[in-house]
């Protein structure tokens, strides 16, 4: 079972910055892909952002050029550096480890605690 444990979250004003850490157990973390997830209130949890293996990045639309995901394999931990932030981008951030399916990537680890970031306005 990997664990996952998120942390860097905080509240900021609109405009500032964060940088979240994911840390993760298991020796095979610089085999897979691993993603950034968000859950705001009353909203559904969403793909914010995904790296896999070899760098390779992709975010989501609300995000692009505002937030940046990178990896430390040697650490096994994934960052998310998040700028420019606003109101809307208050949730919980989680992440995992994902797979591909048939019917695309799919998170699969058991979610950790998640770190709240909060922007007000």
């Known amino acids: 079972q990997v664990q996952l444990v998120e942390s860097g979250g905080g509240l900021v004003q609109a405009g500032g910055s964060l940088r979240l850490s994911c840390a993760a157990s298991g020796s095979i973390f610089t085999r897979n892909t691993m993603g950034w997830y968000r859950q705001a209130p009353g909203k559904q949890r969403e793909l914010v952002a995904r790296?896999?293996?070899?760098?390779?990045?992709n975010y989501a639309d609300s995000v692009k050029g505002r937030f940046t995901i990178s990896r430390d394999n040697a650490k096994n931990t994934i960052y998310l550096q998040m700028s420019s932030l606003k109101p809307e981008d208050t949730a919980v951030y989680y992440c995992n480890v994902d797979i591909w399916k048939i019917t695309g990537w799919s998170p699969v680890a058991s979610w950790g605690q998640g770190t709240q970031v909060t922007v007000s306005s």
């Open positions: 790296i896999n293996s070899g760098g390779v990045t």
